[in-house]
Protein backbone atom coordinates (compact mmCIF):
# COMPACT_ATOMS: atom_id res chain seq x y z
CA UNK A 1 0.00 0.00 0.00
CA UNK A 2 2.96 2.58 0.61
CA UNK A 3 4.35 2.54 -2.87
CA UNK A 4 0.71 2.58 -4.20
CA UNK A 5 -0.09 6.13 -2.50
CA UNK A 6 3.82 7.24 -3.18
CA UNK A 7 2.56 6.36 -6.88
CA UNK A 8 -0.79 8.03 -6.60
CA UNK A 9 1.04 11.54 -5.11
CA UNK A 10 4.04 11.71 -8.07
CA UNK A 11 1.11 10.96 -10.58
CA UNK A 12 -1.20 13.52 -8.95
CA UNK A 13 1.94 15.69 -8.63
CA UNK A 14 2.93 15.86 -12.19
CA UNK A 15 -0.09 13.86 -14.53
CA UNK A 16 -3.53 15.44 -12.84
CA UNK A 17 -1.52 19.20 -12.22
CA UNK A 18 -0.11 19.03 -15.65
CA UNK A 19 -3.39 17.86 -17.13
CA UNK A 20 -5.29 20.85 -15.43
CA UNK A 21 -2.73 23.43 -16.06
CA UNK A 22 -3.63 22.36 -19.54
CA UNK A 23 -7.18 23.25 -19.24
CA UNK A 24 -6.53 26.35 -17.78
CA UNK A 25 -4.30 27.72 -20.66
CA UNK A 26 -6.43 26.03 -23.25
CA UNK A 27 -9.67 27.43 -21.71
CA UNK A 28 -8.15 30.31 -21.69
CA UNK A 29 -7.35 30.39 -24.42
CA UNK A 30 -10.20 29.48 -26.61
CA UNK A 31 -13.02 31.71 -24.06
CA UNK A 32 -10.49 34.89 -25.20
CA UNK A 33 -10.83 33.25 -28.96
CA UNK A 34 -14.81 32.04 -29.96
CA UNK A 35 -16.36 32.97 -25.77
CA UNK A 36 -17.21 35.52 -23.65
CA UNK A 37 -16.03 35.72 -19.81
CA UNK A 38 -19.38 36.30 -18.99
CA UNK A 39 -20.64 33.51 -20.52
CA UNK A 40 -22.04 31.11 -17.50
CA UNK A 41 -19.93 27.64 -18.95
CA UNK A 42 -16.60 29.92 -19.60
CA UNK A 43 -17.02 30.85 -15.75
CA UNK A 44 -17.87 27.25 -14.16
CA UNK A 45 -15.35 25.33 -16.47
CA UNK A 46 -12.67 28.02 -15.56
CA UNK A 47 -13.76 27.79 -11.49
CA UNK A 48 -14.04 23.92 -11.05
CA UNK A 49 -10.09 23.67 -12.50
CA UNK A 50 -9.07 25.89 -10.01
CA UNK A 51 -11.20 23.99 -7.53
CA UNK A 52 -10.13 20.64 -8.41
CA UNK A 53 -6.24 22.07 -8.58
CA UNK A 54 -6.65 23.66 -4.84
CA UNK A 55 -7.99 19.82 -4.06
CA UNK A 56 -5.40 18.09 -5.42
CA UNK A 57 -2.30 20.39 -3.41
CA UNK A 58 -4.53 20.98 -0.59
CA UNK A 59 -6.45 17.60 0.12
CA UNK A 60 -5.64 14.48 -2.33
CA UNK A 61 -1.58 15.08 -2.04
CA UNK A 62 -1.43 16.10 1.79
CA UNK A 63 -3.62 13.33 2.59
CA UNK A 64 -2.25 10.25 0.37
CA UNK A 65 1.61 11.00 1.62
CA UNK A 66 0.07 10.54 5.52
CA UNK A 67 -1.36 7.63 4.27
CA UNK A 68 1.66 6.39 2.79
CA UNK A 69 3.75 7.08 6.14
CA UNK A 70 0.89 5.38 8.32
CA UNK A 71 0.82 2.51 6.02
CA UNK A 72 3.79 2.18 5.97
CA UNK A 73 4.49 2.37 9.80
CA UNK A 74 2.22 -0.03 10.22
CA UNK A 75 3.31 -2.42 7.78
CA UNK A 76 6.66 -2.44 10.04
CA UNK A 77 4.74 -2.75 13.15
CA UNK A 78 3.64 -6.35 12.17
CA UNK A 79 7.43 -7.54 11.70
CA UNK A 80 6.24 -9.30 8.48
CA UNK A 81 3.11 -11.32 9.88
CA UNK A 82 -0.40 -9.69 8.90
CA UNK A 83 -0.49 -6.01 8.14
CA UNK A 84 -3.53 -4.53 10.11
CA UNK A 85 -4.10 -0.80 9.28
CA UNK A 86 -4.34 1.68 12.07
CA UNK A 87 -7.47 3.49 12.72
CA UNK A 88 -5.83 6.70 11.75
CA UNK A 89 -5.03 4.69 8.03
CA UNK A 90 -8.77 4.26 8.06
CA UNK A 91 -9.52 7.91 9.00
CA UNK A 92 -7.74 9.00 6.11
CA UNK A 93 -8.85 6.30 4.01
CA UNK A 94 -12.39 7.52 4.90
CA UNK A 95 -11.97 10.80 4.03
CA UNK A 96 -10.67 10.20 0.54
CA UNK A 97 -13.61 8.28 0.46
CA UNK A 98 -15.84 11.44 0.88
CA UNK A 99 -13.79 13.59 -1.12
CA UNK A 100 -13.20 12.10 -3.64
CA UNK A 101 -16.39 11.32 -5.63
CA UNK A 102 -17.37 15.09 -4.65
CA UNK A 103 -14.33 16.19 -6.75
CA UNK A 104 -16.33 12.95 -9.24
CA UNK A 105 -19.36 15.16 -9.27
CA UNK A 106 -17.29 17.98 -9.89
CA UNK A 107 -16.06 16.72 -12.72
CA UNK A 108 -19.22 15.27 -14.35
CA UNK A 109 -21.28 18.92 -13.57
CA UNK A 110 -18.47 20.60 -15.31
CA UNK A 111 -18.52 18.42 -18.41
CA UNK A 112 -22.48 18.70 -18.74
CA UNK A 113 -22.31 22.47 -18.17
CA UNK A 114 -19.07 22.38 -21.06
CA UNK A 115 -21.44 20.33 -23.64
CA UNK A 116 -25.14 21.54 -22.65
CA UNK A 117 -24.17 25.81 -22.44
CA UNK A 118 -27.25 25.94 -19.76
CA UNK A 119 -28.32 29.35 -19.88
CA UNK A 120 -26.53 30.20 -23.28
Do not use: C, Q
Amino acid sequence: MPAVARAVVTWNRFGTTGGILLAIITGLYIADDRWDFGNFFVVWGLLAVVILLGLVHGFFIPKVKRLAEVSEADAAASHGGEVKLSEEAGRISGGLNTVGPIAGILILLTVYVMTAKPFL
